[in-house]
């Protein structure tokens, strides 16, 4: 068993940190700033990334960056590569190495992670470039009849031959199945495909011998769907999501780090904070430490302030500061709604004195 990769797992999760996701495809990525009218170019997508990840004081809140194949070897306007940015702040770097999603052969309703072939030469090539994890996502859909056995199955698989690739490759895999948020569903739906699910990877994972000190775990929560009328209360979504992890998610691992997978900020974050408090409607206390891994519920209100002008970017990494914030009192069980209020008007978190600090 290797020590390091344990530490660096450990690492990922301690100071009730979490990761900030900026791995979106280039696809995904435009889409996202076409709805700002943001330009779709790659110079652009540079000028975002590097807007986040130079935040400044980011570093007290996030402990890893997960960026894309396009971003790794990038550079900021001062000629500096990301990679040093994130090092010199003591930010772990990460790479998103699945290749996206296809339609599952006999199943085209749903979808097959790929990016297996040649991974392991890819990872040689990032952990040389300094990256120290590794991410890889699967999607599942609820609908009439699915997830599939055979979607299960497979994703399970791939995501166990990914995890093996990269402790072999001295990284730490973050093993991402997400159950889509998108549908109808009940929370119970929810739950039992979820369950389903992880229970199918994890044992995939143990078949293919992969150590679980050392791996990152990044579910969805257990939430309604989007489009369901009934919608329930951050207490439920705790409740249901700390009794799916508990019944498939072996105490070894270190770190169950949520995906926000569509869900506001701040109702992310209260969920969160749900499922980290005590109390009699709360869990309480479980084996791993229950923490974020935010894409889209941190960076959704600082592209809105951003909207591709350098003059706004000040206040857009306040946003992304005061979300990080957040996600890190609800770690801890801290977080209370009130916090959302000192954005002055709406986008500041914090005093103008405190502003002039964070930006000098
Ligand atoms: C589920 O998406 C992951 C977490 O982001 P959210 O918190 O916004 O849900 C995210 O890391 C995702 O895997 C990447 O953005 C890559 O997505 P694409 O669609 O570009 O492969």
Redesign the pocket.
């Known amino acids: 068993m290797s020590g390091d990769l344990e530490a660096m797992a450990q690492n990922l999760v301690a100071g009730a940190k979490g990761l900030l996701?900026?791995?979106?495809?280039i696809?995904?990525?435009n889409r996202r700033f076409g709805r700002f009218g943001i330009p779709q170019t790659s110079e652009m997508r540079r000028s975002w990334r590097e807007t986040l990840i130079t935040t400044p004081g980011l570093s007290e809140f996030i402990s890893g960056a997960?960026l894309?194949d396009e971003t790794i070897e990038q550079k900021a306007s001062n000629g500096t590569r990301f990679l040093e940015i994130l090092a010199g702040v003591g930010i772990a770097a990460g790479i998103?190495v699945?290749t996206?999603t296809v339609p599952l052969a006999g199943h085209p309703d749903e979808k097959i992670t790929e990016g297996l072939d040649g991974l392991r030469q890819r990872l040689e090539r990032y952990s040389m470039l300094g990256a120290s994890f590794a991410?890889w996502?699967a999607v599942f859909a609820i609908d009439h009849g699915t997830p599939s056995a055979a979607s299960v199955a497979a994703n399970s698989n791939a995501l166990a031959r990914y995890a093996a690739l990269c402790q072999e490759a001295g990284m730490v895999p973050v093993v991402?199945p997400?159950v889509l948020m998108r549908g109808t569903h009940s929370i119970q739906e929810c739950e039992e495909a979820t369950e389903t699910v992880l229970r199918s990877v994890f044992v995939a994972l143990q078949l293919h011998g992969v150590q679980l000190e050392g791996m990152i775990l990044?579910p969805n929560m257990v939430v309604p769907g989007a489009d369901s009328p009934n919608q329930v209360a951050a207490e439920l979504v705790a409740q249901a999501t700390v009794r799916c992890l508990r019944r498939v998610v072996p105490a070894a691992v270190p770190g169950v780090l949520f995906?926000?997978?569509?869900q506001p900020g701040p109702i992310?974050t209260a969920r969160l904070n749900a499922m980290n408090s005590t109390g009699p409607d709360r869990p309480g206390p479980q084996p791993w430490a229950l923490g974020f891994?935010?894409?889209?519920?941190?960076?959704q209100p600082a592209l809105a302030i951003w909207g591709g002008a350098s003059s706004e970017r000040g206040d857009a990494q306040l946003s992304v500061l005061h979300r990080a914030r957040c996600n890190t009192a609800a770690r801890q069980g801290l977080y209370e709604p009130a916090m959302e209020n000192h954005q002055t008007p709406a986008i500041h978190p914090y005093s103008a004195a405190e502003r002039t600090a964070l930006l000098a």
Do not use: P, V
């Not at 996701?21 to 495809?25: G, L």
């Not at 995906?259 to 569509?262: A, C």
């Open positions: 996701a900026i791995d979106e495809s696809g995904t990525c997960i894309f998103k699945d996206g991410k996502r991402e997400e990044k995906l926000s997978g569509g992310a891994s935010f894409g889209r519920a941190i960076q």
